[in-house]
């Protein structure tokens, strides 16, 4: 009987602590979800960047919801398809904000979609978190709900001339795809290039899904620069890079690693003999942080993977998620003035959300140490104390060559 008994007590025990987890972990369920809004390019020109994005950002949400959630609460990711364009983008925003009711809007990849979304974010009093990099995203007055989770075009432009720079090249010419984002970096490329005793011999400017590059690539090419400058995409630089390895010119390619990497599509759509020494460009410590390495185990992809969207997706989640904690509300008026004391903090670096949770609510000090790069904000929402990563595509395989410091 002894036996039985003890087995009785061992059995009631185990009960008893799952039916308390079982009650925490339903009363957050039973509250209403936090919902944020993820309007990602699942169609249209960003269309190879969408799923990446929303991947994040549901994995975030899950690694967060595991733990408990935030303030007692569940994370509930609503996506949209803004289909690469602003005209979609705004009815997306609005139905996100007015009908599924989301706190923040993330993930906004392209600047044209993030410049027509943002009147309407700060009209509704929304977060909104863009990986768009045009420079007018974080100017005026945006009412400290405008935070941008990428370096912004003239940052990127000043990269690129660095590098180019650091690389010997004396004479550079620019192809760019005429887009606000990468428009924006061509004057601060010019500029940073000049002021390092560089020369730029040409500025030539192409359109998005044209059906031949040749004409402008001759242009170009013809002159022999040193380096060739492509602020592009990945559907625009493949078909830029097999024309010059047609051509068989050879000055120095430098673009995004979004549109020279990208989990490893830019050498699948080119192969690896055209991809052979193509210099791409990425704030760190993208492929090498830990946060990083969390995004990578969340989401399932093999170590070594460089993919930037992603990884800047799940940061907005996880930066979300600790401001609301720590501002103890869900509404953006309040959370967004913990941003920037999310990551600018004095503390320990806190790579995991669930770390940084527990925390606030110890009333621990930390910073959150980001998975694209270890970054800090400026007061009007712009990322600043970035490095930037050189990389080389060598045997079909991104290899980080030197960064800009």
């Keep these: 009987m002894g036996c039985k008994t003890g087995w009785t007590r061992h059995w009631v025990g185990m009960a008893a602590c799952m039916a308390l987890s079982l009650a925490a972990h ?53 996506v949209a398809d803004d289909e690469s364009t602003p005209t979609a983008g705004v009815a997306a925003a609005r139905k996100l904000i007015d009908v599924d009711g989301v706190v923040a809007i993330a993930g906004v990849w392209s600047s044209a979609v993030s410049l027509a979304v943002r009147p309407v974010a700060l009209e509704k009093g929304v977060a909104l978190l863009p990986v768009g990099s045009a420079d007018e995203l974080t100017e005026g007055n945006t009412q400290g709900l405008v935070w941008r989770f990428q370096t912004n075009g003239k940052n990127w432009g000043r990269a690129f001339a660095n590098v180019a720079a650091k690389d010997g090249a004396k004479t550079a010419s620019i192809l760019v795809l005429q887009t606000p984002f990468t428009l924006s970096t061509v004057k601060p490329f010019t500029e940073g290039f000049q002021a390092q005793g560089g020369q730029v011999l040409d500025t030539v400017y192409f359109n998005p899904n044209q059906p031949s590059y040749r004409v402008e690539v001759e242009k170009i090419f013809s002159k022999k620069p040193d380096a060739v400058f492509v602020p592009s995409y990945i559907p625009e630089f493949s078909a830029i890079v097999r024309e010059i390895y047609r051509s068989g010119y050879e000055s120095k390619l430098y673009t995004f690693s979004h549109a020279a990497d990208s989990g490893g599509k830019f050498v699948q759509n080119v192969g690896k003999a055209a991809a052979e020494g193509v210099n791409h460009v990425q704030a760190t410590p993208v492929g090498t942080g830990q946060t990083y390495q969390l995004y990578l185990k969340q989401t399932r992809q093999p170590a070594g993977t460089i993919v930037t969207f992603g990884a800047n997706v799940f940061d907005e989640i996880n930066v979300l998620a600790l401001s609301i904690e720590k501002a103890k509300s869900a509404k953006a008026v309040d959370f967004v003035k913990q941003i920037p004391n999310v990551v600018n903090a004095s503390g320990p670096n806190v790579h995991d959300p669930v770390e940084g949770l527990k925390r606030i609510r110890a009333g621990q000090p930390f910073r959150y140490a980001g998975a694209t790069a270890d970054f800090r904000f400026a007061p009007n929402g712009d990322q600043i104390d970035l490095d930037y990563g050189h990389y080389r595509v060598l045997d079909g395989v991104s290899r980080l060559v030197g960064t800009t410091r």
């Design 26 to 78: 339903g009363a957050a369920a039973a509250q209403e979800p936090i919902r944020i809004g993820l309007l990602a390019p699942l169609t249209g020109t960003g269309g190879p960047y969408g799923k990446e994005e929303e991947d994040a950002a549901k994995a975030a949400a899950a690694h967060i919801n595991a733990a408990g959630g935030v303030l007692g609460r569940l994370l509930e990711i609503v």
